[in-house]
Structures are given as structure tokens and as C-alpha cells.
């Protein structure tokens, strides 16, 4: 079955510095990717997505890039704010079968 | 367009008792997953449902068990109830093949 490992596990950064989470995945037939946020004692939410036919996709300060050759993808966040703390969640799927990495937590410091 | 919903928000029992945890999905999805998320942890997979199917479980021992409705609401039991098993539990629902939507969870404790 497909195995998602996240990287780094906890992330601190000053305000207005950018972020970046990091995703490998290990099954080649996975083709949608999606990142959630959690939170604290929220539900995750979908923050953005992208499939295997696009290399990057971008949402205001939001960004994600797939390699699926190195079969990795990362989340990319520019001038982070402190509403943007919160455990972000990378997740790989084929079909219904969805996989969670472990999660980061990020931390911005005002 | 109603969310996930998930009853009940909190839920307390002790050691030994039985726990039944409720979601109804997103009207038109007909897939019903089920995640348990400790403290500070990441969100681990226990059950998946489509079509009154149970189609996949995680890691979880047999004492964790479910269900999916006609309607494709869907209810996890959890028999035998252990410490460990305090978490957050989440439900999550999707279309085939698409994204998957969380409900607000419920809280299990186990005294």
C-alpha cells in the first residue's frame, strides 16, 4: 500500500518568511495530493490540492509542486502570518485509498 | 450545502465499556472514513465504507468495528474500551476518487 512520510515534523519561522513542507510518497499510481490544516481543536481543512497531470499549482500565498518522478511534493507558504500556524497534513491517493503523512507543525512567530 | 456531521461532540466512558460514534456525510458522497487522532498525533486510518461496504481498515484491532447505512451515515463501535483508545475521532467523506471532508470529530474519553 502507499506510504507518505512528511518532513519536518515542527517548523518555526519569524512572520513574514516563507515555509516549506515536504512530502515523498511511494506508490507511482498515486495521482491526486492534497494538503490539509488543522487547527487546534479544529477539523483538518482542505487548504489545496493537485493532480499527477500538473507540476505546481498556486493559491494567493499558497503554493504546491509535484515531482513525480522523485515522487515527492511540497507545500510552499510566502509571507507567513500567524494565522497560519497549525498542524499542515500532506496526503496521497489513487482512487478512494487516501494517505496521511504525520503532519507538521508550524509555528510563526510575530 | 450541510458539512459532515459527526455526534456525539464529547464522549466519556470507563475501561471495559463499549463507545458508538455516528457520522452522516456530505449529501451525494457514498464513501465514509474513519481516523483516530491521539493527542498531538497524527491522523491514523481505521475504517473505510462505500456503498455499505467495509472496503479497507488500518492497523486497528478487531474491538474497533463499524457499519455504513443505506443512507451512508455510518457508526464506529469500539468495544472493550482501553485507555489508549482516548482520542479525537474524526470522520471524513468523499466522492470517489476525490477529496475527503472532515467533520468537527469526537472526543473519546476513557476513564
Known amino acids: 500500500g502507499e506510504n507518505v512520510e512528511q518532513h519536518p515534523s515542527t517548523l518555526s519561522v519569524q512572520e513574514g518568511d516563507s515555509a516549506v513542507i515536504k512530502c515523498t510518497y511511494s506508490?507511482?499510481?498515486?495521482?491526486?495530493f492534497p494538503w490539509y490544516k488543522q487547527e487546534l481543536g479544529k477539523r483538518p481543512q482542505l487548504i489545496i490540492d493537485i493532480r499527477s497531470n500538473v507540476g505546481e499549482k498556486k493559491d494567493q500565498r499558497i503554493a504546491v509542486t509535484l515531482n513525480k518522478t522523485a515522487k515527492h511534493f511540497s507545500l510552499h507558504i510566502t509571507e507567513t502570518q500567524p494565522e497560519d500556524s497549525a498542524v499542515y497534513f500532506c496526503a496521497a491517493s489513487m482512487g478512494d485509498d487516501m494517505r496521511f503523512g504525520a503532519g507538521t507543525r508550524l509555528t510563526v512567530k510575530p | 450545502e450541510a458539512g459532515v456531521t459527526q455526534s456525539p461532540t464529547h464522549l466519556i466512558k470507563t475501561r471495559g465499556q463499549q463507545a458508538t460514534l455516528r457520522c452522516s456525510p456530505i449529501?451525494?458522497?457514498?464513501?465514509v472514513y474513519w481516523y483516530q487522532q491521539a493527542l498531538g498525533l497524527g491522523l491514523q486510518f481505521l475504517l473505510w465504507?462505500?456503498?455499505?461496504?467495509?472496503?479497507n481498515r488500518g492497523n486497528f484491532p478487531p474491538r474497533f468495528s463499524g457499519r455504513q447505512f443505506p443512507n451512508y451515515s455510518s457508526e464506529l463501535n469500539v468495544n472493550a474500551l482501553e485507555l489508549e483508545d482516548s482520542a479525537l475521532y474524526l470522520c471524513a467523506s468523499s466522492s470517489t476518487g476525490d477529496t475527503q471532508y472532515f467533520g468537527p470529530g469526537t472526543r473519546l474519553t476513557v476513564l
Open positions: 449529501s451525494g458522497h457514498t464513501s
Open positions: 506508490d507511482s499510481a498515486s495521482n491526486y
Open positions: 465504507y462505500d456503498e455499505g461496504e467495509e472496503r
